[in-house]
DNA sequence: CATGAATGAGTTTTCATTCAT
DNA sequence: CATGAATGAAAACTCATTCAT
């Protein structure tokens, strides 16, 4: 199983084509691989079976969409800075991509559990970012102390994934990162001390 | 085609079962029939289709579900207490049956396109069911004026249902309905007048 | 069984409207049973199964068709113009009908052997019709000695047939009685005495 | 779609063999593929679907059967020697092969409209064939000037198709080819100048 | 006599994966 | 390394017929 080599790109790209093309459920490996200009049985001496493709499409793909963002993370910013670098590369580098946009957020969610699972894996890390981010906001005192890091980590992804989500089944027809801002105001009250305290 | 009769429920409720079981794409029609007792051949006296049966499945399910949130809703509450009872009926009512939560969160959401597009429409009431609480809290000037209706509700639904399907991928272990306070909470807080301006 | 009575009748003009009209395949049992206002069960009370009913249909029409020619062909009349009545009965009864005659000449063509069989033999009577003339013409010595019966009956057979398909499958556009003078003719001229003697 | 190779004439002969057999509506693409020793896979790597298979059989077998007796008529031979060769090839090629003869005088009969429509266009090309001995005739003068030659095609060919049917329908119990000479008398009397006239 | 709801057997087609070249 | 022809398992849907009412 060769994991690198330049088909090994060209494979994974035609995937990430071929799925946005024509759907998760129209996209046979024979089609990935006339996409990708390669033999059919040559997507087998790269990947084991098509579930380790696709996984590997989202690997990949979803590597470098967190490499990118932790980058941008190592700064000295302050929690709530931070956030809102989290949300807006998130969105730049979902409007970089339109395809890719459209694959992970309608196409891949289609797959079957044990798939999802392993997709899944890959999203810890993404998700270990925001709860950094948590982490720092009690320690710098501006988010509520003892809150429960998962509801908060749900809070802030299913805000932005919902966002997007619904972006790109509008057909990607308004400008996401200019959502940026307003969505991690209504976050950053949602996390703050300085907010509503129902218990008034 | 029936659209009524004992059976008709037989066969959705058997659905539910069968998906909740073995997975959506692991629910042929004859093992729903036989889940159901009756023959293959009767499913399609009372669907048009396997994913006419399908989308009837979430209409029937989903519909009550709404209906149960919108009779609840009826009251003269606040915006804020209306916001409270709409996450804790959510919660609460996928608390009550476990097989529907994975349907409705899991399985029914690996479908292609076209099915979710139906999917959609049956939300979009629950969806204008959110925006009403919205305008309700605009009106008693407890949420931003002016506010994206659009983000506040996606964060709303969002945040919802990234922690419903978060519970239920850990199979149910812990008490949702107990997450409805904090999660109220961090919404209104997200929402409110009285919250951090990042402008300051 | 009850084998006459007004459903039957109307159970069998239903089937030729929906056979005319849908074609043979799509002839399901319900469809006929709509059609001539009862209920599917009711068919089974007046045939034996699918195959009766189709077998009664060709039976009762083709059984009249051949009552009529039968009739004009008791006169004192020449074997040649008895062919000729032959043919311009054939000809103007498909003329009368254009629903039986897609019925009888493309539809119940569809059957598979055993049914054709028993199509056949209903047919029978009518070739029988044809041999007497046969017959006729020999003893007149209008048509050549010691012929072989079986081949003339399927050049008559064959030609008239080929003749009313062929105007059923080009949609009645154009007179077909009119075409009995010149098919007779060439019959005649092939059956002949007075013709060309190929070991001259 | 590969349309040549062994297994594209495997199949094909595979499919004659099981419809002569089994007859059309009992032969199944499996049992199709068993008789050529394909996978039921293969079928479609070489046909686009069943029907697409069912015509191709008729089209090979159908085109080989009009090119010889193209070959035969490309002699000097006069029109009524030509026909003489048409109707012999007719019938020596269909008891050159028992099985053929069965699938085309009888079971590719009981397909439905599309499907015959599509054998029509092949069987075009025979009756071509028959329209210019027709024409030829009328040049030498010897059949009958401005005769309606849709007519006399449909008697040339009823008359032989009636005939070949008859023999398969009597499990070819007689020798069909000797009914060439009286057949090719009949036509040939019903076609000549030298014949009954009616008006006399 | 009449109804019509229910039955369940039966078949085409797709496509991930293999392996001889 | 690469090819692509071949495999064969798997599932939705139809419709003639029955029988309890």
């Given at each position: 199983?060769?994991?690198?080599?330049?088909?090994?790109?060209?494979?994974?790209?035609?995937?990430v084509?071929?799925?946005a093309?024509?759907?998760?459920?129209?996209?046979?490996?024979?089609?990935?691989?006339?996409?990708?200009?390669?033999?059919?049985?040559?997507?087998?001496?790269?990947?084991?079976?098509?579930?380790?493709?696709?996984?590997?499409?989202?690997?990949?793909k979803?590597?470098t969409f967190?490499?990118?963002?932790?980058?941008?993370?190592?700064?000295?910013?302050?929690?709530?800075?931070?956030?809102?670098?989290?949300?807006?590369?998130?969105?730049?580098q979902l409007t970089a991509d339109f395809e890719l946009s459209i694959v992970t957020?309608?196409?891949?969610?289609?797959?079957?559990?044990?798939?999802?699972?392993?997709?899944?894996?890959?999203?810890?890390?993404?998700?270990?970012?925001?709860?950094?981010?948590?982490?720092?906001?009690?320690?710098?005192?501006?988010?509520?102390?003892?809150?429960?890091?998962?509801?908060?980590?749900?809070?802030?992804?299913?805000?932005?994934?919902?966002?997007?989500?619904?972006?790109?089944?509008?057909?990607?027809?308004?400008?996401?990162?200019?959502?940026?801002?307003?969505?991690?105001?209504?976050?950053?009250?949602?996390?703050?001390?300085?907010?509503?305290?129902?218990?008034?």
């Open positions: 199983m060769k994991r690198k080599g330049p088909k090994y790109e060209k494979i994974i790209d035609a995937a084509n071929v799925i093309e024509h759907g998760y459920h129209q996209s046979q490996v024979s089609k990935i691989a006339k996409e990708a200009g390669v033999a059919d049985g040559t997507i087998y001496l790269y990947f084991k079976n098509k579930e380790d493709l696709l996984v590997s499409v989202f690997n990949e979803m590597g967190i490499e990118k963002t932790e980058n941008e993370l190592k700064s000295n910013d302050s929690a709530i800075q931070k956030l809102r670098i989290l949300v807006e590369m998130h969105f730049k957020q309608l196409e891949l969610r289609q797959t079957n559990r044990q798939l999802r699972a392993k997709i899944g894996e890959v999203l810890k890390r993404y998700l270990d970012l925001i709860d950094s981010i948590l982490k720092d906001g009690m320690q710098e005192g501006v988010f509520v102390k003892n809150m429960d890091y998962r509801l908060a980590r749900q809070m802030i992804f299913g805000t932005i994934d919902e966002t997007a989500t619904n972006w790109v089944m509008n057909d990607h027809r308004y400008d996401l990162p200019a959502l940026a801002g307003p969505v991690h105001q209504m976050l950053v009250n949602g996390l703050s001390v300085r907010s509503v305290n129902l218990d008034d």
